[in-house]
């Protein structure tokens, strides 16, 4: 369990809710429904789940919160592309938050990559820990022979 308001990701990810709130208020009223939504859905969804993982008692419940942190990541940055295209935000704007976005899907994939090798390693010491001694093998061994 980590203190979820301490790591750079979920800082960054809840300022980003925040810039597409902002950036959505301009977008036409008939997207309400639509896009706006979407990208709000998205966007919170970023937060919510790194923090909600984080506060898990478990590496693994925190590995699948991260990894649908970082899959809401790539669908805002695919709204965000599309909003550009529709011409609902200007180049300006659009620079300014992908490149956010990306640095952001960036450092989460990094932190997933680390915290797949910590699992990975706690799981082969689980299967260390499961494999008989040799001195168990050696007494098998031995008493398979006599007979």
Do not use: C
Request: glycine share 2%.
């Amino acid at each position: 369990m980590q203190p979820y308001k301490k790591l750079n990701i979920w800082k960054e990810s809840y300022q980003i809710v925040l810039d597409i709130y902002n950036i959505t208020e301009g977008f036409p009223k008939n997207e309400e429904n639509n896009i706006i939504a979407q990208m709000r859905r998205a966007a919170m969804s970023m937060p919510v789940n790194i923090a909600e993982g984080a506060s898990s008692m478990f590496d693994r419940n925190f590995f699948s919160h991260l990894s649908i942190a970082y899959a809401s990541g790539k669908e805002l940055e695919t709204f965000v592309m599309l909003s550009k295209d529709l011409e609902y935000i200007n180049d300006k704007s659009f620079r300014a938050i992908y490149e956010k976005i990306d640095r952001l899907n960036s450092q989460t994939y990094n932190f997933l990559k680390k915290l797949e090798l910590r699992l990975d390693a706690r799981k082969k010491a689980r299967l260390n820990m499961d494999m008989p001694s040799d001195i168990g093998l050696n007494r098998f061994t031995k008493y398979t022979k006599s007979r």
